[in-house]
């Protein structure tokens, strides 16, 4: 049933219609690419420099009434109640003139509003600011993180994440959201490891995050109902308790607990409130492949390492290190294509042209885009020209694999997000039915690497079962295609989650009209000597 969803979602494919995008409002979604983090802590830094103005000017203002009341304690210091004071008119007259005058202005003072300057700029900034949607997105990628490697709520809260430890931390603010995120969609069973992680921590908050974050009797009520959800009715009542122990006097909690006790008097069976929906994104689950711990035996056999030195003339030269991975489909990592300078040009020049990454139907040539929960990156499309860094990449590719990169499609720089991942699916755009028709498709796929990811992140062929992780500088190439121009099934792949790093790479397409002379059609591997492409490299 698994591998039916996988492949039902598989016809689904990156769109690289950059005018179709172009009429669409265009929302941050910054969970959807690491790089926005950088945004978020610039603007995060201004939103921080502007309460700091605001803080001193309430400063200022108490500063200044603590003068006054300073001055007006003095003045009355120096009255001697033993002497008749208002004996001498200039006394008399100032007090009389302080009384009518100065506490007027007081009062003007005091009513002057403060920090308006410092309110309009936050206001101005409120539409920049992640909105309902980006938590929601947040949420979805944590969710995945927990579903594809098998992580316990309670570890991913403590920073514990695939086995490795790091000096970060959820809060119980954090753990709420989550759950409340997986409340939304009734998944109930989920939602309560997140509210349990959210009360161990909740005794180790600072002062603020105390002031902003949820109380006990909070998580407990959150708690009770979830149980109650479930049917675990014995539970809830307890959690309910511990609620009533913290807030005694909540009438609204008070209320919810008799209610729940009545309904267990009442009733002798009592099942859930409501059955739990299936998870959307169960068709999402990943093998341990992911981690790279599949349990499957490799059936691929005679897999080795070459200098490629056949694909171009001026490889002679300068051969490329090539590791052969799979013979059907042909697929290889290709060493040193991208260069430290390449890889930083490539991304900063990607930055302001970064679009939530779309999908479109097989089949489909109105250019039609979605962008949806699937993919969670953002894509930039880039002419092969658009600077030295995409020339280079096209050039040492058509070198390296021997195809015609002039037939391909544009460039597209790719940027992963939180849990960033990319569902089961095939590259091609074309069903059998719309082939041979004299309409382009994908023949070949290369991912370039731009850095190194430290968790996480690889690319998963579940028919071959072959996890590749990414290397800085290295190429992952196959063939979409094979030796007849046939749809290869087996090259179905998946985007694991980015667990830790920002996973930059750049794909590029090449397409199999104008490759009839460096890849025509052949018979069987047997025959791979007479082509000009890489897989004549096979032994």
Not at 450 to 469: A, K, S
Request: glycine content about 6%; charged content about 25%.
């Amino acid at each position: 049933m698994l591998i039916r969803s996988l492949v039902i979602v598989g016809v689904l494919f990156f769109s690289s219609s950059w005018g179709e995008l172009l009429k669409k409002p265009r929302q941050q979604h910054y969970s959807r690419s690491v790089m926005n983090m950088d945004v978020l802590l610039k603007m995060d830094d201004a939103l921080v420099g502007n309460l700091e103005k605001f803080a001193d000017e309430l400063l200022q203002k108490a500063k200044t009434i603590r003068r006054g009341i300073h001055e007006m304690r003095k003045r009355h210091k120096n009255y001697n109640p033993s002497e008749q004071f208002w004996a001498s008119p200039l006394k008399s007259y100032s007090l009389i003139r302080h009384m009518q005058a100065d506490w007027l202005m007081w009062q003007v003072y005091l009513e002057k509003p403060v920090g308006q300057e410092e309110l309009r700029f936050l206001d101005s900034n409120k539409t920049s600011l992640p909105q309902d949607h980006d938590i929601a997105d947040a949420a979805h990628g944590i969710k995945m993180l927990q579903r594809t490697y098998g992580m316990m709520a309670s570890d991913i809260a403590r920073g514990l994440l695939d086995g490795v430890q790091y000096d970060s931390s959820l809060a119980p603010v954090d753990c709420l959201a989550i759950a409340h995120h997986l409340m939304n969609q009734s998944i109930w069973s989920a939602a309560e490891p997140w509210i349990l992680s959210g009360l161990e921590a909740v005794d180790l908050q600072t002062e603020m995050e105390s002031l902003r974050g949820p109380t006990k009797a909070l998580l407990h009520r959150t708690l009770g109902e979830v149980r109650m959800k479930q049917g675990n009715h014995k539970g809830a009542l307890q959690a309910y308790q511990v609620a009533l122990k913290l807030s005694p006097h909540d009438s609204e909690v008070f209320q919810e607990y008799q209610s729940l006790e009545n309904r267990i008097l009442s009733l002798s069976e009592i099942g859930p409130l409501e059955e739990e929906p299936d998870d959307p994104d169960e068709s999402d689950n990943f093998p341990p492949c992911c981690s790279g711990r599949c349990e499957v035996v490799r059936k691929l056999r005679r897999m080795y390492c070459v200098y490629n030195h056949v694909t171009a003339p001026f490889l002679r030269l300068a051969p490329i290190k090539t590791e052969i991975l799979s013979t059907d489909p042909f697929m290889a990592i290709l060493h040193d294509m991208v260069t430290p300078k390449e890889s930083a040009l490539l991304r900063s020049s990607s930055r302001d042209y970064l679009w939530p990454s779309a999908t479109v139907p097989v089949d489909d040539f109105s250019n039609t885009s979605l962008v949806d929960r699937h993919r969670t990156s953002m894509s930039a499309s880039l002419d092969d020209d658009f600077n030295e860094g995409t020339l280079k990449l096209c050039e040492r590719l058509g070198d390296a694999t021997g195809l015609h990169v002039n037939y391909s499609d544009v460039i597209q720089v790719v940027n992963y997000g939180l849990g960033g991942y990319f569902q089961m699916h095939f590259d091609l755009l074309l069903s059998k039915n719309a082939r041979f028709n004299g309409t382009e498709d994908r023949m070949s796929t290369t991912l370039f690497y731009l850095n190194d990811v430290p968790q996480g992140g690889g690319t998963y062929f579940p028919e071959l079962n072959i996890t590749v992780f990414p290397s800085f500088g290295s190429a992952l190439f196959w063939y979409n295609l094979d030796w007849k121009g046939n749809d290869h099934m087996k090259s179905m792949h998946t985007g694991c989650p980015v667990i830790v790093g920002s996973k930059w790479v750049v794909t590029k397409w090449v397409y199999d009209m104008g490759q009839e002379f460096r890849r025509p059609c052949i018979d069987s591997k047997s025959s791979t000597k007479a082509l000009l492409s890489l897989e004549k490299l096979i032994i």
